[in-house]
């Protein structure tokens, strides 16, 4: 029989229920486990932690529950002072970059809008993005706890929110993204980079007639999606997009 004592820092909690949140929780157990497998038998995702403490000491998903431990968990990206514990993974990724869960298709193109590498197709299984998110180091974010279980995925969130723009909000809360955006960078469409095209260039020629010949009457300059070929100009919607980009940035809800 294992008797340990367990506390879950900050929005670890949410996966918990009531009464077991942000105190030291009793639990008691017979046979050994990792204390990857004792996390999630809670009910935390593994890929929602960052680091682990056992009696104040730093430990791997494989350390063994031992009776009478005394465990702490931490979530990922929570910015913690760091001396002399080892965090599970190698630090924050250099250039973020997401996967998205098939449901979350409004906030792909709201993170894509901000110009944030966004990975999102319609009609992908949970095997093929928990691949995808292991294959090309991509932040899987979904709803569902169950996918964030598989034991490929090492970066993942949970997203709380319902609504396409508090998620937006709470990604960017979250992983301190704000310093990040990158507005009308990237395709709202395809997630390619956007490049300026030069009117007299060739390109623009063999896209001219994408364009509506009332937007050729007064653009003078336009973008076009450097993967799928699309075309973008300052158009009627601009104004709205920046005062969205601007209500990101400032963690605040769009005004419409
Ligand atoms: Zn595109």
Redesign the pocket.
């Known amino acids: 029989m294992y008797r340990v004592t367990i506390r879950f820092y900050e929005e670890l909690n949410d996966f918990l229920p009531q009464q077991d949140r942000k105190r030291d929780i009793e639990v008691s157990f017979s046979g050994a486990r990792s204390i990857k497998d004792f996390i999630e038998s809670l009910g935390v995702p593994h890929v929602e932690v960052d680091l682990i403490l056992v009696h104040g000491a730093s430990v791997d998903f494989n350390y063994l529950v031992r009776d009478g431990d005394r465990i702490s968990v931490y979530p990922v990206f929570e910015l913690l002072p760091i001396g002399g514990i080892t965090r599970l993974r190698p630090g924050p990724l250099r250039r973020t970059r997401f996967v998205l869960d098939v449901h979350l298709r409004k906030l792909a193109r709201r993170l894509r809008l901000l110009g944030f590498d966004t990975d999102y197709g319609e009609n992908r299984d949970d095997p093929e993005l928990a691949e995808i998110s292991a294959r090309e180091n991509r932040i899987l974010l979904t709803r569902d706890r169950g996918l964030l279980k598989r034991k490929i995925v090492t970066r993942g969130l949970i997203i709380r929110n319902t609504d396409p723009e508090e998620q937006v909000i709470e990604v960017l809360q979250r992983l301190h993204l704000r310093d990040s955006i990158k507005p009308f960078t990237r395709?709202i469409?395809?997630?390619?980079e956007i490049a300026a095209v030069d009117m007299g260039s060739e390109t623009f020629t063999s896209l001219r007639d994408s364009i509506p010949p009332g937007v050729l009457a007064w653009c003078r300059e336009y973008y076009v999606?450097t993967?799928?070929?699309?075309v973008y100009w300052k158009g009627r919607h601009y104004d709205r997009m920046c005062a969205m980009v601007e209500a990101f940035r400032k963690g605040e809800t769009p005004p419409f």
């Open positions: 395709c469409a395809c997630n390619g999606c993967s799928c070929g699309k």
